[in-house]
């Protein structure tokens, strides 16, 4: 396997307040690689930085690099590392557009691709196929969706833009377990055919028992890691993140 993204040493402040303090981790080709910790670790701010979105949204790297296929993305600008690395967020909140249609929604996404239409078609096919309901629900408003069906379309929407590495954030939040559960085995299909996935989870035996490895993040910084069993097994992470 070959590092695909690699953070580090990362440092990152919101205005005067330093909200990563040399974090490090990297994620191999092919991978699902999890991060956990509790609300306000710094889960988000790794994956906005990632992202490359400006402040004051995300913030700013003051030390430390990102690297996607050996090259830095320090000054790249989000639409470029969509377009062309093909690197893309499912945020936490979703942020569809409500006053747009499933359809509408989708189509926005494949603004910047430059393949060809067939290559466009099969992805609606695809989408459409992991997620059925939004191909009943296609011509209906977003806004009027359920919280799991616009969960659904946000993953649906950053796959329309062609990526080969998703990054999602609190994928399952606000979700019954039937639509968490469908939503996983929709991604772990994603990953069998080469998609390469970072995520964020607060339900951390469901990211452990999904992922092949994860890192555990606490104020900051990286305090734990490595492949999910080992985690799992872990007495700090178990006390701290899995009940136990």
Not at 190 to 203: A, D, H, V
Request: proline residues 5%; hydrophobic residues 40%; aromatic residues 6%.
């Amino acid at each position: 396997m070959s590092k695909l993204l690699e953070i580090r040493d990362l440092k990152v402040k919101y205005g005067n307040i330093e909200a990563l303090h040399g974090v490090s981790l990297y994620v191999d080709k092919g991978e699902i690689v999890t991060l956990i910790g509790a609300n306000g670790a710094g889960k988000s701010t790794t994956l906005m930085s990632i992202s490359r979105l400006p402040p004051p949204e995300a913030p700013k790297v003051i030390e430390g690099d990102i690297l996607y296929d050996g090259q830095s993305l320090l000054d790249w600008v989000p639409d470029k590392i969509v377009a062309d690395l093909h690197l893309a967020l499912v945020p936490e909140g979703r942020r569809i557009f409500g006053n747009l249609s499933v359809e509408e929604n989708l189509r926005l996404a494949t603004y910047a691709r430059k393949d060809t239409p067939t290559d466009v078609e099969r992805d609606y096919k695809r989408v459409y196929s992991l997620f059925p309901r939004l191909h009943e629900r296609r011509k209906q408003q977003s806004e009027s969706l359920s919280g799991g069906e616009q969960q659904m379309l946000a993953v649906g929407r950053a796959l329309m833009s062609g990526c080969t590495f998703i990054m999602l954030d609190e994928p399952s939040m606000g979700l019954a377990p039937l639509l968490m559960y469908d939503m996983f085995r929709a991604l772990k299909e994603l990953n069998r055919e080469g998609m390469t996935i970072l995520l964020i989870e607060q339900n951390a035996n469901l990211a452990l028992k999904f992922a092949d490895r994860g890192y555990v993040i606490d104020t900051g910084e990286i305090v734990a890691q490595g492949p999910s069993d080992q985690l799992m097994d872990d007495p700090e992470v178990k006390k701290a993140y899995l009940g136990g």
